[in-house]
């Protein structure tokens, strides 16, 4: 009977939480599996509602050959207005014993990376965020296949 219980106390939290992606989109850097700091990946986000928080998150996709434990970049959001704000990012890409994060289908290994559990927009409009490599003295960063953005509207 406890076990019953327990399990539909489970299913009921699971329920209380739905997740949906207002936006998704994925870039290549290229066939050569090279991607260079001067080319600049850029995403636009049309926010058409701003009630509550959301969660934004990377998308990365590298081959297996990748020789570092992380990736580092630069993530510049654009409001509406213009204004523009920066940060830095390190999305971990492999453990302290060498294995990759993430889902891994042959030589291809696919790593999302939440960077905003709270992503407030102060206003309407299109929001575009530019991501640059910043590997210091690394440039190109090779076996970077694809990079992606993801915003998700989590309620609870």
Known sequence: ??????????ALLAGC??????FEEHQSVGE??????????????DIKENKHPYELA?????ASGYPYD?????VTE???????????????????????YGEKGFDIIDIEYVIDTKKEFPT????????????PE?????????LGFILRDVQK
């Open 124 to 135: 309407f409009g299109k929001y575009t965020y530019t991501l640059e490599a910043a590997m």
């Open 78 to 100: 654009t409001n509406p207005q213009g204004e523009s704000v920066r940060r830095d990012v390190e999305v971990p890409i492999r453990n302290a014993n060498g294995d990759f």
């Open 32 to 45: 050569e599996l090279e991607w260079s700091a001067n080319e600049p990946l850029s995403f636009v986000i």
């Open 1 to 10: 009977m406890r076990l019953l219980l327990s399990c539909l106390t489970l």
């Open 17 to 22: 939480t739905s997740s949906k992606t207002l």
């Open 138 to 146: 690394i440039d190109p960063v090779v076996y970077v296949m694809e």
């Open 58 to 62: 990377l998308a990365v996709r590298c």
């Open 70 to 74: 992380k990736l580092m970049l630069h």
